[in-house]
C-alpha cells in the first residue's frame, strides 16, 4: 500500500518550501515507516534549500524528529509497531572499517532506506539526512530509530536528532571535557548552546560563551555558561586567556565554522588542550596557520559530525539525563508552528530569533 501524506518540499535552489501530497510506500526488508509527531528546522534544511548540500532537488526537508512507529518490513526486529522514536541519521552498518574496528560513530555506510517517496507525479524526492521528516509520515531505515521513553516532550527530545546532539557531543565525545576543565565555545546558536549545556553537564567548572550577538549569550548563560564574551566588541583570544589564568582553555568549540573563528578557536586554546570544529564551513572557505604553531602549541585538532554520537547509546542517556532534571531540553523549544509556517522559521533563525522552532505535525 502506498500512503499519501501532506509534506514539506523544496522543488528548486531557493525556491519557497512548498506543501505537496507525497506518496510514501509501505515498509520493505529492513525498512520502518513513521508516523511524525514533532520535527525542529535545523539550520542544515536551509543549506538543503540554498543547494548548499547538493544539487538533487526536489527536497523533502525535515530531520530533527520524534514519531512513533506505525508499520516495519519483514524482517525488522530493533523496533515495532507502536514504538515511540527519535530518528537518526547514524544507522550504523557494523561491517565497515569503522565498525569493525570498534568505532561504530564514524561509520562509513549508515542505512537509509531503499525505496524511495515521491510526488504525486512519481518524481523521486531526496529526504534530508535520509529522513524527511516534515511530513506526516516518511520512510527510514529501521536502524534509523532510536526507541525512548513514551512519556518525554517529543518536540525537546527530538531535537537530539540533530543540533542539540552534534553541539552535546562536540564538547563530551569530540572533546572528552572532563570535571574541572576550562571551556571555550565560539558561536552560540542552538548547536553552540548545546556545547556550553554538555561542557556544564561533563563537570567543566569554567565554560566561557562566545558570540556576536548578546542574546546569544544570556541563552548561553542560562544554560550552563559561566562567563560571557562579546566578540563584536572585544578580542576573544585575550579574554578567554584572561578568563583562564593567562593560559587559554582546556577544550575550545568552534560552532559557527568560519576561518577566521577557527583561528580564535587555535589561539584561545591553552597548550596540548583541544580545538573540536563543529561548525560546517561553505566550500570557498581556506584557512592559513603557521606551522611552527600547529607543532609547537601541540594538542589536538578535531572535526565532529554529530557529536560523535552513537545514537543508541547516546539518545536514552541524555533523555534521562533530561528526565532528572540535569539537562534542560526544553529550553531549546523556542516555539511550536505548524507545517505551513517553516519559511518564517528560517527568516527567524536568519534573524537570530530562535534557538529551535519545532513543527507540530
Ligand atoms: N557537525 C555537525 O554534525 C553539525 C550538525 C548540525 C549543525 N552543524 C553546524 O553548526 C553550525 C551552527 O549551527 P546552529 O544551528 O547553531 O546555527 P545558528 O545560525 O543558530 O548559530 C550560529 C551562531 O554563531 C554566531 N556567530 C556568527 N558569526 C560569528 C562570529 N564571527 N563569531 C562568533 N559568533 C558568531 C551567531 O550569532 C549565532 O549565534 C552551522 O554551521 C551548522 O551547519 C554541524
Ligand atoms: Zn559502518
Ligand atoms: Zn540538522
Known amino acids: 500500500m502506498v500512503h499519501k501524506v501532506k509534506a514539506a518540499v523544496v522543488r528548486s535552489k531557493n525556491a519557497d518550501v512548498t506543501l505537496e501530497t507525497i506518496l510514501v510506500p509501505d515498509p520493505g526488508p529492513g525498512e520502518a515507516l513513521v508516523d511524525i509527531l514533532t520535527c525542529g528546522v535545523c539550520h542544515t ?3 538543503y534549500k540554498q543547494g548548499a548540500i547538493n544539487d538533487d532537488f526536489p527536497f523533502l526537508l525535515g530531520h530533527e524528529a520524534t514519531g512513533v ?3 516495519v518490513g519483514p524482517d525488522v526486529t530493533e523496533v515495532a509497531p507502536g514504538d515511540r522514536v527519535v530518528l537518526n541519521w547514524r544507522a550504523v552498518c557494523g561491517e565497515c572499517r569503522a565498525c569493525r574496528r570498534g568505532q561504530p ?7 537509509n532506506a531503499t525505496q524511495k517517496m515521491t510526488l504525486e507525479d512519481g518524481t523521486e524526492l531526496t529526504a534530508a539526512l535520509g529522513i524527511g521528516a516534515f511530513a506526516e509520515k516518511t520512510l527510514v531505515a529501521a536502524g534509523q530509530c532510536t526507541k525512548v521513553d513514551p512519556d518525554a516532550d517529543p518536540a525537546a527530545v527530538g531535537l537530539l536528532g540533530c543540533g542539540v546532539m552534534a553541539g552535546i557531543g562536540a564538547a563530551i565525545n569530540t572533546g572528552n571535557v572532563q570535571r574541572g576543565d576550562s571551556v571555550a565555545v565560539i558561536g552560540c546558536g542552538g548547536v553552540g548552546v548545546a556545547a556550553v549545556a554538555g561542557a556544564a553537564l561533563a563537570g567543566a567548572t569554567t565554560v566561557i560563551a562566545v558570540d556576536i550577538d548578546g542574546k546569544k549569550l544570556q541563552r548561553a548563560k542560562e544554560l550552563g555558561a559561566t562567563h560571557t564574551v562579546d566578540s563584536s566588541a572585544a578580542d576573544p583570544v585575550e579574554a578567554i586567556r584572561e578568563l583562564t589564568g593567562g593560559f587559554g582553555a582546556d577544550v575550545v568549540i568552534d560552532a559557527v565554522g568560519r576561518p577566521e573563528t577557527y583561528k580564535q578557536a587555535f589561539y584561545a586554546r591553552d597548550l596540548a588542550g583541544t ?12 584557512l592559513e596557520l603557521p606551522l611552527l604553531d600547529v607543532f609547537g602549541r601541540g594538542g589536538s585538532l578535531k572535526s565532529s559530525w554529530y557529536g560523535d554520537c552513537l545514537p543508541s547509546r547516546d539518545f536514552p542517556t541524555l533523555i534521562s539525563l533530561y528526565r532528572q532534571g540535569k539537562l534542560d531540553l526544553d529550553a531549546f523549544v523556542t516555539e511550536r508552528i505548524t507545517i505551513d509556517q517553516i519559511e518564517e522559521a528560517f527568516a527567524k533563525m536568519h534573524a537570530g530569533a530562535v534557538l529551535r522552532s519545532v513543527v507540530e505535525l
Open 45 to 47: 534544511d536551509l543549506h
Open 105 to 111: 560513530q564514524y561509520c562509513f555506510n549508515t542505512h
Open 69 to 71: 512507529v506505525s508499520a
Open 275 to 286: 580545538v573540536v570544529l563543529v561548525g560546517v564551513p561553505s566550500p570557498e572557505m581556506t
